[in-house]
């Protein structure tokens, strides 16, 4: 009989260090998810809202004055491939403020939900069995914000250069073309 509490005292102890040990790593894990939230965030912010809104207003006034000019001369090709990219670079940042405040708020819903799955695993809460799905299921969904992030932080940055780049042959092509510029 004594032998039969000690080896039930020895499997409690095993099975306790066993659970602390996966408790140690799915807190780590979580701590991970949450540097890259924070990275997320951060990215997101070098993204200047204020410039992207000025390039569209720029682009717009381009472009509306590019439309007043159209009938009065015909484009060669190079200048209208140029003015092609040009307007893609337009459509790309108007998309692209409503995509990074998505962005933001996926990655702000996403930092709450890891910072309440952490609790529960700190305390104990909830299904222990799921912590490991959970923690799967947050990493999947962070990796995907992740991605978006960085693809959104591509595309303003190739708009900007299109734009930026573009935008002194425009504005030569309108005072060459349309009498009301100076």
Not at 13 to 34: E, M, N, P, R, T
Not at 79 to 100: P, Q, S, V, W
Not at 115 to 136: H, P, T
Request: aromatic fraction near 8%; charge should be neutral; include cysteine.
């Amino acid at each position: 009989m004594k032998w039969f509490s000690v080896c039930f005292l020895g499997l409690i102890f095993v099975l306790s260090a066993a659970c602390s040990g996966k408790k140690a790593q799915y807190i780590a894990d979580l701590d991970q998810l949450k540097r890259t939230s924070d990275s997320i965030t951060f990215d997101l912010k070098k993204i200047n809202i204020s410039e992207l809104e000025a390039l569209l207003v720029q682009s717009i006034e381009g472009l509306e004055l590019m439309k007043q000019s159209f009938g009065k001369d015909t484009l060669d090709l190079e200048f209208a491939r140029m003015l092609e990219r040009y307007y893609l670079a337009y459509m790309d940042l108007k998309t692209l403020e409503n995509e990074i405040d998505l962005c933001k708020l996926g990655n702000k819903l996403e930092t709450e939900r890891i910072r309440l799955l952490k609790r529960d695993i700190e305390y104990g809460s909830g299904d222990r069995v799921d912590y490991e799905k959970n923690i799967k299921t947050e990493t999947r969904e962070l990796t995907k914000i992740r991605n978006h992030s960085i693809e959104l932080k591509r595309r303003f940055e190739k708009a900007k250069s299109a734009i930026e780049q573009f935008q002194p042959e425009l504005e030569r092509y309108l005072t060459q073309n349309v009498p009301s510029i100076p």
